[in-house]
């Protein structure tokens, strides 16, 4: 009895983890200057069609997040985030020498 229930417990779990990487299977994605991070199986756009510009970006179904990078001085770039629900955000500063 307890063979058996443990294998079914097994069985179960290994199903569930099946199920949740399918489900959230994640594509990071280079679009122009953005790098653009969403689960692949709730989009219904493929990656090659993606707009290039950042409001387009804003609107794909099951984003997690955009970044990129723009040059504040000529060693030195500041990222910047968009998080869906929280707004574009400084992410950090990279210096490059």
């Not at 790098?35 to 989009?43: A, G, T």
């Not at 099951?62 to 990078?69: A, K, N, P, V």
Request: hydrophobic share 35%; charged share 20%; proline share 4%.
């Amino acid at each position: 009895m307890k063979k058996t229930t443990i294998t079914g417990l097994l069985v179960a779990a290994l199903l569930g983890l099946i199920i949740v990487f399918y489900v959230f299977r994640q594509e990071t994605v280079s679009v122009g200057k953005y790098q653009v991070l969403y689960y692949k199986n709730r989009s219904d756009t493929a990656p090659q069609s993606l707009p290039q510009d950042l409001n387009s970006l804003k609107q794909i179904s099951g984003l997690i997040r955009i970044t990129w990078q723009e040059q504040v001085e000529p060693h030195m770039f500041q990222e910047y985030c968009y998080l869906p629900g929280r707004g574009i955000e400084k992410s950090r500063i990279i210096r490059t020498k």
